[in-house]
């Protein structure tokens, strides 16, 4: 029966597949074989690998329940440890793989099942069960960490359905086999959404507890635009979709047409479009989509490729790359934004759960300010990459001039050192702070003259300033861009910044969605800096748009008092521009 099953949309577009569940360990992994013998080497390492992942993990929690004298369960853990190096249960594994080509993940859980079948005919063994099943979880956690990377394995289409995703996960999807993807928990603004929407992978995230109630090969429709879920969906439901799907095309082909158009509205204005990155490889799609340069490049993705940490020749090649093939064209880089949701490197060492509330913790200038190291080799790379190209540099999550002043004074000597060294760099490299602390937008003139440039953060702008979690699906209907108070402190930040001659652009989602477009215009921003996806869409809603119309869309809009009646009114004006 068909079944509807709404979440939040954070990428458009229709996947129409099967449901291969990915990381829920309640449910079941489906049949999977190697297709081909040559793999069965590295399936094997994932495995051997899989395991001593588990042992070190059943080690530190045993020596951490020791430490606890109240819990006794330190033989739980030990009888963990007997299981992961018993040779026959190792070798059964080895033998599923290896003469049955099944996939790791697949072999494990077979072998296991046939050991639980066996155990429950013996009711005093019920607690091995237990053991087993813990086991089994175990391992499938750390042989699907990795299978993330590959999933054309599986030699099939899919709709992936996961519990949640970071960013780097979905970085590192393969465009071919992945339709689309699902989620449990996550928001509009989270990372995890802004990677999916640049790679143009379909997704609907907070659809609650989606892992527990679907299995694998369950045929769904996953429609990104209106966040749904349809669970076996009818005949006329599919045809249906695939007609949205077959228009969704056509309009993407048209707009692309226009892409060199000049973006210029009715009355004469010229807008400067440019575009958000988070590899060097999407330079390629800011070139074909005609952008007037690189608005905000999000280097903390450098860690998603890097296991350690980037030295400056990994940080130098990335930036050099980009800015060459830009060839003149102005790159934004930004400086890294690591904490929060972004906590790469750091995954790995569970230290980031160290941090309570990592969105108001050692984030971004503040992590970079208190490992200088670290920082200093970001810095060298980027003003060395400035002898290529007009570099820009961007400092996120700034809340005070002092924290400025102090990036100027290490900027200043890694340019002189550099200097010493012989290395080209320009000496003329602007520097420039987000504004996504609400703190600074209300005293943006405080920061008028020591900075070169402002760029409007309105992902985490939203956040602080209204108080909700950009991740955090339970709270996502509360994430609202067309508050009121939003209106009212972008009005301030772009009025502050043009009255002061001081550029200002904007490189939250707010600027790459067409619903808002004719406001920000009307605002004064001048400058947009969007996913590639978006250009064509905001460049179409300008150049059809004028400054006088804008005007009054932002007239009406701020004597609105509540955001429903704003989104209501913009959603009307849009169209009219569209
Ligand atoms: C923002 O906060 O709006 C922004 C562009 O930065 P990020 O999404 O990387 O936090
Ligand atoms: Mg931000």
Request: charged content about 25%; glycine content about 6%.
């Amino acid at each position: 029966m068909e079944t509807i099953i709404r979440g939040i949309p954070v990428s458009q577009g229709i996947a129409m597949g099967p449901v291969y569940v990915l990381g829920s360990f309640e449910a079941k992994l489906p049949p999977s074989y190697l297709p081909d013998e040559e793999m069965i080497p590295a399936e094997v390492e994932r495995f051997q690998n899989a395991v001593a992942k588990a042992q070190s993990e059943v080690e530190k929690i045993k020596l951490s329940v020791q430490a606890d004298a109240k819990q006794d369960v330190g033989p739980i853990f030990e009888a963990h440890i007997l299981i992961l190096s018993d040779r026959p249960f190792k070798s059964e594994v080895l033998r599923r793989i290896q003469r049955n080509r099944m996939t790791a993940g697949y072999a494990v859980q077979c072998t296991i099942g046939e050991y639980v079948r066996g155990l429950k005919d013996k009711p005093f063994l019920n607690p091995r069960i237990n053991d087993m099943q813990d086991i089994e979880r175990r391992l499938l956690r750390a042989i699907l960490d990795r299978q993330y990377e590959d999933l054309h394995s599986l030699g099939r289409k899919v709709v992936v359905i996961a519990r949640d995703l970071t960013p780097s996960q979905i970085a590192d999807m393969d465009r071919v086999n992945v339709l689309g993807f699902a989620t449990n928990i996550g928001g509009t603004t989270g990372h995890a959404a802004i990677v999916a929407r640049a790679r143009e992978i379909p997704a609907v995230v907070g659809l609650g507890n989606i892992t527990d109630t679907i299995t694998s090969g369950t045929e769904v429709i996953l429609d990104g635009t209106r966040g749904l879920l349809i669970v076996q969906p009818q005949d006329n439901t599919r045809t249906a979709y695939e007609k949205i799907q077959a228009d969704y095309r056509r309009f993407g082909v048209e707009l692309m047409s226009e892409a060199g158009w000049p973006t210029v509205t009715m009355d004469g204005c010229r807008i400067y479009i440019q575009g958000n990155i988070e590899f060097p490889h999407e330079t390629d799609s800011i070139i074909r989509n005609h952008a007037d340069g690189i608005g905000l490049y999000r280097t903390e993705f450098l860690y998603v490729d890097n296991k350690g940490e980037p030295n400056e020749e990994v940080h130098f090649d990335a930036y050099s790359r980009v800015v060459k093939a830009m060839s003149g064209r102005p790159v934004t880089i930004r400086t890294l934004d690591l904490g929060y949701d972004k906590d790469f490197h750091l995954q790995d060492n569970d230290s980031y759960l160290t941090e309570r509330n990592p969105g108001l913790g050692c984030r971004a200038i503040r992590y970079c300010l208190a490992n200088p190291d670290v920082f200093r080799a970001q810095l060298r790379a980027i003003c060395r990459a400035s002898a290529f190209g007009e570099v820009k540099l961007l400092i996120p999550m700034v809340c005070s001039r002092e924290e400025v002043q102090k990036v100027v004074g290490l900027v200043r000597n890694v340019q002189e050192r550099l200097s010493d060294e012989g290395a080209a760099y320009d000496p003329d490299m602007k520097l420039g702070i987000m504004v996504e602390v609400p703190s600074v937008a209300l005293v943006l003139d405080h920061f008028c003259d020591i900075v070169d440039f402002f760029s409007i953060g309105t992902n985490d702008l939203i956040q602080y300033l209204l108080a909700v979690d950009r991740t955090n699906e339970q709270v996502a209907q509360l994430y609202r861009p067309e508050h009121p108070a939003v209106l009212r402190i972008l009005l301030n930040v772009i009025k502050t910044a043009n009255d002061n001659h001081v550029p200002i652009s904007m490189c939250g989602e707010m600027a790459g969605d067409p619903l808002f477009v004719m406001f920000l215009l009307g605002l004064g921003l001048r400058n947009f800096s969007v996913s590639p996806p978006q250009m064509p869409e905001v460049k179409r809603i300008i150049r059809n748009s004028s400054l006088a119309a804008a005007t009054a869309v932002v007239d009406s809009a701020l004597e609105l008092s509540s955001p429903r009646d704003v989104r209501n009114f913009l959603r009307v004006e849009a169209t009219k521009f569209a």
